[in-house]
Nanobody, 115 residues
Framework: QVQLVESGGGLVQAGGSLRLSCAAS????????MGWYRQAPGKQRELVAA???????NYADSVKGRFTIFRDNAKNTLYLQMNSLKPEDTAVYYC?????????WGQGTQVTVSS
C-alpha cells in the first residue's frame, strides 16, 4: 500500500518562502494527477495545486503566481515551492491524488506564516 510522507513546513515571516516535499513509497506520480491540499483551523481541506501525469499544472486563485507544484519521478517525490507567503497560507499541507480513490492521508506538514 502506497504511503505519503509530507515534510518541509515551518514558521516563516510574511513574504518568505518554503519548499514542501511529499515522498511516496511507490511510483504513483507518473500515472496519477497529484495535488497539494491544505487545511486551516476550522476550515475544510482545499486543493491548492495539482499536476497531471503529463506535467500540466493548475492552481487555486489564492496561490496562483506564488506557488509552484513540480515532481521528481526518479525520487517519487512531489514538491510545492511557496513564495511570497501570506498569513492566510497558514495551514497543514497534505499531498494526495486528486481523483478517487485517494491514498490514505499522511500526517501533513504545518506551515505557519507570521505577519
Amino acid at each position: 500500500q502506497v504511503q505519503l510522507v509530507e515534510s518541509g513546513g515551518g514558521l516563516v515571516q510574511a513574504g518568505g518562502s518554503l519548499r514542501l516535499s511529499c515522498a511516496a513509497s511507490g511510483s504513483i506520480f507518473t500515472i496519477n494527477t497529484m495535488g497539494w491540499y491544505r487545511q486551516a483551523p476550522g476550515k475544510q481541506r482545499e486543493l491548492v495545486a495539482a499536476i497531471t501525469s503529463l506535467g500540466n499544472t493548475n492552481y487555486a486563485d489564492s496561490v496562483k503566481g506564488r506557488f509552484t507544484i513540480f515532481r521528481d519521478n526518479a525520487k517519487n517525490t512531489l514538491y510545492l515551492q511557496m513564495n511570497s507567503l501570506k498569513p492566510e497560507d497558514t495551514a497543514v499541507y497534505y499531498c494526495n491524488k486528486v481523483l478517487f480513490p485517494r491514498i490514505a492521508w499522511g500526517q501533513g506538514t504545518q506551515v505557519t506564516v507570521s505577519s
